[in-house]
T-cell receptor, first 114, second 113 residues
Framework: NAGVMQNPRHLVRRRGQEARLRCSPM?????VYWYRQLPEEGLKFMVY????????ESGMPKERFSAEFPKEGPSILRIQQVVRGDSAAYFC????????????FGQGTRLTVV | GENVEQHPSTLSVQEGDSAVIKCTYS??????FPWYKQELGKGPQLIID?????GEKKDQRIAVTLNKTAKHFSLHITETQPEDSAVYFC????????????FGKGNQVVVIP
Protein backbone atom coordinates (compact mmCIF):
# COMPACT_ATOMS: atom_id res chain seq x y z
CA ASN A 1 0.00 0.00 0.00
CA ALA A 2 1.85 3.04 -1.25
CA GLY A 3 1.90 6.14 0.88
CA VAL A 4 1.03 9.65 -0.18
CA MET A 5 2.84 10.38 -3.44
CA GLN A 6 3.91 13.86 -4.39
CA ASN A 7 5.65 14.99 -7.52
CA PRO A 8 7.86 16.50 -8.48
CA ARG A 9 10.13 16.33 -5.42
CA HIS A 10 11.98 19.44 -6.54
CA LEU A 11 10.73 22.19 -8.81
CA VAL A 12 12.57 25.27 -10.01
CA ARG A 13 10.62 28.07 -11.62
CA ARG A 14 11.55 31.54 -12.80
CA ARG A 15 9.57 34.49 -11.48
CA GLY A 16 6.32 34.83 -13.38
CA GLN A 17 6.04 31.18 -14.38
CA GLU A 18 3.45 28.73 -13.18
CA ALA A 19 4.08 25.90 -10.73
CA ARG A 20 1.95 22.75 -10.61
CA LEU A 21 2.32 20.41 -7.67
CA ARG A 22 0.68 16.99 -7.66
CA CYS A 23 -0.49 14.78 -4.85
CA SER A 24 -1.91 11.27 -4.99
CA PRO A 25 -3.45 10.29 -1.64
CA MET A 26 -3.08 6.92 0.01
CA UNK A 27 -5.35 4.23 -1.33
CA UNK A 28 -8.77 4.52 0.21
CA UNK A 29 -8.26 8.11 1.33
CA UNK A 30 -10.67 10.70 0.00
CA UNK A 31 -9.52 13.73 1.98
CA VAL A 32 -6.51 15.81 0.96
CA TYR A 33 -4.80 18.69 2.76
CA TRP A 34 -2.08 21.00 1.49
CA TYR A 35 0.41 22.64 3.84
CA ARG A 36 3.32 25.01 3.24
CA GLN A 37 6.55 24.94 5.23
CA LEU A 38 9.05 27.78 5.25
CA PRO A 39 12.63 27.13 6.45
CA GLU A 40 12.78 26.46 10.20
CA GLU A 41 9.04 26.95 10.49
CA GLY A 42 6.11 24.69 11.20
CA LEU A 43 3.60 23.68 8.60
CA LYS A 44 0.88 26.15 7.72
CA PHE A 45 -2.50 24.92 6.53
CA MET A 46 -3.50 26.04 3.06
CA VAL A 47 -6.49 24.08 1.79
CA TYR A 48 -8.63 21.04 2.50
CA UNK A 49 -10.30 19.15 -0.34
CA UNK A 50 -12.48 16.14 -0.89
CA UNK A 51 -13.15 14.64 -4.28
CA UNK A 52 -14.41 17.46 -6.55
CA UNK A 53 -14.98 19.78 -3.58
CA UNK A 54 -13.01 22.45 -1.80
CA UNK A 55 -14.01 22.21 1.84
CA UNK A 56 -11.80 24.85 3.43
CA GLU A 57 -9.45 27.20 1.62
CA SER A 58 -9.03 29.71 4.43
CA GLY A 59 -5.23 29.26 4.42
CA MET A 60 -4.78 29.94 0.72
CA PRO A 61 -3.55 33.31 -0.49
CA LYS A 62 -6.39 35.08 -2.26
CA GLU A 63 -4.53 35.53 -5.50
CA ARG A 64 -2.41 33.29 -7.72
CA PHE A 65 -3.05 30.09 -5.71
CA SER A 66 -5.66 27.47 -6.54
CA ALA A 67 -6.25 23.82 -5.76
CA GLU A 68 -8.37 21.03 -7.11
CA PHE A 69 -9.03 17.37 -6.44
CA PRO A 70 -10.83 15.96 -9.49
CA LYS A 71 -12.90 12.82 -9.59
CA GLU A 72 -10.09 11.07 -11.39
CA GLY A 73 -6.42 11.76 -10.89
CA PRO A 74 -4.28 13.51 -8.31
CA SER A 75 -4.91 16.68 -6.38
CA ILE A 76 -3.20 19.70 -7.94
CA LEU A 77 -1.90 22.81 -6.21
CA ARG A 78 -1.35 25.51 -8.78
CA ILE A 79 0.62 28.70 -8.26
CA GLN A 80 0.46 31.25 -11.04
CA GLN A 81 3.02 33.98 -11.67
CA VAL A 82 5.34 32.71 -8.95
CA VAL A 83 7.39 35.14 -6.87
CA ARG A 84 10.49 34.53 -4.74
CA GLY A 85 8.34 34.46 -1.60
CA ASP A 86 6.59 31.35 -2.88
CA SER A 87 9.81 29.35 -2.41
CA ALA A 88 9.00 26.76 0.23
CA ALA A 89 8.29 23.09 0.78
CA TYR A 90 4.71 22.15 -0.01
CA PHE A 91 3.33 19.07 1.67
CA CYS A 92 0.22 17.12 0.96
CA UNK A 93 -1.50 14.93 3.54
CA UNK A 94 -4.36 12.53 3.15
CA UNK A 95 -6.82 10.93 5.54
CA UNK A 96 -9.66 8.44 5.19
CA UNK A 97 -12.21 10.97 6.43
CA UNK A 98 -15.26 10.13 8.46
CA UNK A 99 -14.42 9.60 12.10
CA UNK A 100 -10.72 9.05 11.34
CA UNK A 101 -8.50 12.04 12.01
CA UNK A 102 -5.05 10.58 11.26
CA UNK A 103 -3.30 12.44 8.47
CA UNK A 104 -0.35 10.98 6.59
CA PHE A 105 2.07 13.19 4.73
CA GLY A 106 3.92 12.86 1.48
CA GLN A 107 7.60 13.68 0.98
CA GLY A 108 6.80 17.15 -0.23
CA THR A 109 7.65 19.30 -3.23
CA ARG A 110 10.42 21.79 -2.72
CA LEU A 111 9.72 24.82 -4.88
CA THR A 112 12.51 27.24 -5.64
CA VAL A 113 11.73 30.45 -7.48
CA VAL A 114 14.72 32.06 -9.14
CA GLY B 1 -7.93 30.18 15.31
CA GLU B 2 -5.92 27.54 17.12
CA ASN B 3 -2.43 28.57 18.25
CA VAL B 4 0.11 25.89 19.13
CA GLU B 5 3.44 26.65 20.77
CA GLN B 6 6.39 24.33 21.36
CA HIS B 7 9.24 24.51 23.87
CA PRO B 8 12.20 24.23 23.82
CA SER B 9 13.19 24.95 20.23
CA THR B 10 16.33 22.82 20.44
CA LEU B 11 17.03 19.92 22.76
CA SER B 12 20.27 17.99 23.09
CA VAL B 13 20.36 14.75 25.05
CA GLN B 14 22.90 12.03 25.68
CA GLU B 15 22.14 8.71 24.09
CA GLY B 16 20.13 6.61 26.50
CA ASP B 17 18.64 9.59 28.34
CA SER B 18 15.03 10.77 28.04
CA ALA B 19 13.75 13.68 26.00
CA VAL B 20 10.60 15.64 26.76
CA ILE B 21 8.97 18.19 24.48
CA LYS B 22 6.03 20.25 25.63
CA CYS B 23 3.35 21.98 23.60
CA THR B 24 0.56 24.32 24.59
CA TYR B 25 -2.60 25.04 22.65
CA SER B 26 -5.20 27.77 22.84
CA UNK B 27 -8.49 26.32 21.60
CA UNK B 28 -10.27 24.35 24.32
CA UNK B 29 -12.41 22.72 21.62
CA UNK B 30 -9.40 20.94 20.09
CA UNK B 31 -9.71 17.20 20.57
CA UNK B 32 -6.93 15.52 18.60
CA PHE B 33 -3.20 15.97 19.18
CA PRO B 34 -0.69 14.20 16.91
CA TRP B 35 3.08 14.29 16.99
CA TYR B 36 5.16 14.17 13.83
CA LYS B 37 8.83 13.42 13.29
CA GLN B 38 10.55 15.05 10.34
CA GLU B 39 13.98 14.07 9.13
CA LEU B 40 16.01 16.27 6.84
CA GLY B 41 14.56 16.41 3.34
CA LYS B 42 11.59 14.21 4.20
CA GLY B 43 7.93 14.64 4.97
CA PRO B 44 6.48 14.60 8.50
CA GLN B 45 5.90 11.11 9.84
CA LEU B 46 3.08 10.48 12.31
CA ILE B 47 4.65 8.81 15.35
CA ILE B 48 1.93 8.99 18.01
CA ASP B 49 -1.31 10.78 18.70
CA UNK B 50 -3.75 11.29 21.54
CA UNK B 51 -7.39 12.24 21.78
CA UNK B 52 -8.95 14.48 24.37
CA UNK B 53 -10.75 11.65 26.14
CA UNK B 54 -7.41 10.04 27.07
CA GLY B 55 -4.73 11.37 29.43
CA GLU B 56 -1.78 9.27 28.34
CA LYS B 57 -0.78 6.94 25.53
CA LYS B 58 2.36 4.88 25.12
CA ASP B 59 3.96 3.08 22.19
CA GLN B 60 7.26 1.38 23.01
CA ARG B 61 9.78 4.16 23.78
CA ILE B 62 7.39 6.96 22.95
CA ALA B 63 4.59 8.34 25.11
CA VAL B 64 2.32 11.34 24.99
CA THR B 65 0.49 12.96 27.91
CA LEU B 66 -2.37 15.42 27.74
CA ASN B 67 -3.54 17.93 30.34
CA LYS B 68 -6.80 19.38 29.08
CA THR B 69 -7.23 21.74 32.01
CA ALA B 70 -3.86 23.38 31.43
CA LYS B 71 -4.13 22.92 27.65
CA HIS B 72 -0.77 21.33 27.19
CA PHE B 73 0.52 18.00 25.93
CA SER B 74 3.97 16.49 25.95
CA LEU B 75 6.03 13.98 24.01
CA HIS B 76 8.30 11.69 26.01
CA ILE B 77 11.06 9.66 24.35
CA THR B 78 12.88 7.22 26.62
CA GLU B 79 16.22 5.49 26.02
CA THR B 80 17.03 7.86 23.18
CA GLN B 81 19.03 6.59 20.22
CA PRO B 82 20.92 8.49 17.51
CA GLU B 83 18.14 7.72 15.01
CA ASP B 84 15.76 9.72 17.21
CA SER B 85 17.59 12.87 16.09
CA ALA B 86 15.08 14.87 14.03
CA VAL B 87 12.65 17.77 14.19
CA TYR B 88 9.48 16.96 16.12
CA PHE B 89 6.24 18.82 15.50
CA CYS B 90 3.17 18.85 17.68
CA UNK B 91 -0.21 19.72 16.26
CA UNK B 92 -3.82 20.16 17.29
CA UNK B 93 -7.07 20.10 15.42
CA UNK B 94 -8.22 23.52 14.39
CA UNK B 95 -11.68 24.95 14.62
CA UNK B 96 -14.63 23.97 12.49
CA UNK B 97 -14.28 20.22 12.82
CA UNK B 98 -12.63 19.82 9.42
CA UNK B 99 -9.60 18.05 10.92
CA UNK B 100 -7.12 20.59 9.63
CA UNK B 101 -4.07 20.75 11.88
CA UNK B 102 -2.42 23.73 13.54
CA PHE B 103 1.29 22.99 13.98
CA GLY B 104 3.89 24.20 16.41
CA LYS B 105 7.18 25.49 15.03
CA GLY B 106 9.04 22.30 15.81
CA ASN B 107 11.77 21.08 18.14
CA GLN B 108 15.20 20.04 16.92
CA VAL B 109 16.20 17.02 18.99
CA VAL B 110 19.86 16.03 18.87
CA VAL B 111 20.90 12.74 20.44
CA ILE B 112 24.59 12.75 21.27
CA PRO B 113 26.20 9.32 20.97
Amino acid sequence: NAGVMQNPRHLVRRRGQEARLRCSPMKGHSHVYWYRQLPEEGLKFMVYLQKENIIDESGMPKERFSAEFPKEGPSILRIQQVVRGDSAAYFCASSPGGSSTEAFFGQGTRLTVV
Amino acid sequence: GENVEQHPSTLSVQEGDSAVIKCTYSDSASNYFPWYKQELGKGPQLIIDIRSNVGEKKDQRIAVTLNKTAKHFSLHITETQPEDSAVYFCAATGEGGNNRLAFGKGNQVVVIP
